[in-house]
């Protein structure tokens, strides 16, 4: 039998922000990448995926895509809002080419946009 609970929508707003902070896992070395989501911006281009291993200097990613145009940058990590996404699958990236990478606390793209 499902039970339901009525919250507020500040409350439920509430509970997503706290939800979403909890997300993010303290990182000491490339191995705690893995199974979490990020954005990367390497040299050329911006991803987004799953990290599943590493293989010598390269991260696997799944579920991963390849961000166009990001839109807006703080809109993008903080509401998972992107203008142009290809997803692609599977992709590995140069750890070397890496300028950045952010929490991707959201959904990953499915859609091509």
């Not at 979403?20 to 191995?31: A, F, L, P, R, T």
């Not at 705690?32 to 799953?50: A, C, E, L, P, S």
């Not at 961000?67 to 940058?73: C, D, K, N, P, T």
């Not at 809002?81 to 890496?98: A, H, Q, R, W």
């Amino acid at each position: 039998m499902k039970k339901t609970i009525e919250v507020s929508m500040e409350t439920w707003n509430k509970i997503k922000e706290q939800m979403k902070d909890s997300d993010i896992k303290e990182i000491n070395q490339i191995e705690d990448m893995i199974g979490n989501k990020y954005y990367f911006r390497t040299v050329t281009y911006h991803q987004v995926g799953r990290v599943v291993k590493q293989i010598g200097n390269f991260l696997q990613l799944e579920d991963a895509s390849w961000v166009a145009e990001s839109g807006r940058f703080m809109q993008a990590i903080k509401n998972g809002s992107l203008s142009e996404v290809e997803p692609v699958g599977t992709m590995f990236i140069n750890i070397d080419s890496l300028v950045d990478l952010f929490p991707w606390i959201h959904n990953l793209p499915k859609d091509q946009l």
